[in-house]
């Protein structure tokens, strides 16, 4: 069945514009997307959240999956650096299959971490994607670990509530 385009929003009258052009899913199907998606993703400040207490395991919890150069130029603290390319050769030695894992790579235009992420699940180990990447880590304002130590920038307030431990998200 195919579902008509509402010319005319429902309650005020006004034209649908683009948003409502195609109308949302029902609540069942949208439930289900978005449990979907949070199966599938997290976000840099969940990370940093779990990293941060007592029962978080970095040694084999985040996975960096960028170059050695990437790797030296700043990493998340504690991350297990497996570029893409060696997780069929190296996975079974850096990570325990029992513990799920979280890949990144440089950012939101790079599909390095979903390749990870892929490879990682074709090889039976559960994962996440870190949405934002290496990029959004530091624009978040979180430490780094360089070749020359450790590294923290100030937040970027386009992308980190400022004065605020959170977004309240």
Known sequence: MITQIPQHNAVSGRPAGPVLAVPPAAPA?????????????????????????ADASPLDFVVDSRSTEAWDQGH?????????ARIPQD?????DPAVPVVVYCWGPGCD?????ALTLARLGYRVKEMLGGIEYWIREGYEVTT???????????LTAPVGAADCGC
């Open 112 to 116: 390095g971490a979903t390749r990870a």
């Open 29 to 53: 199907d949208a439930a289900a997307y978005f449990a979907a998606h949070l199966a599938l993703h997290t976000d840099v400040a969940d990370v940093h959240s779990a990293l941060a207490t």
């Open 147 to 157: 070749r020359q130590g450790t590294e923290q920038r100030p937040a970027d307030p």
């Open 91 to 95: 996975a079974g030695e850096l990570l």
């Open 76 to 84: 998340v603290p504690g991350a297990v650096h497996l570029p893409s």
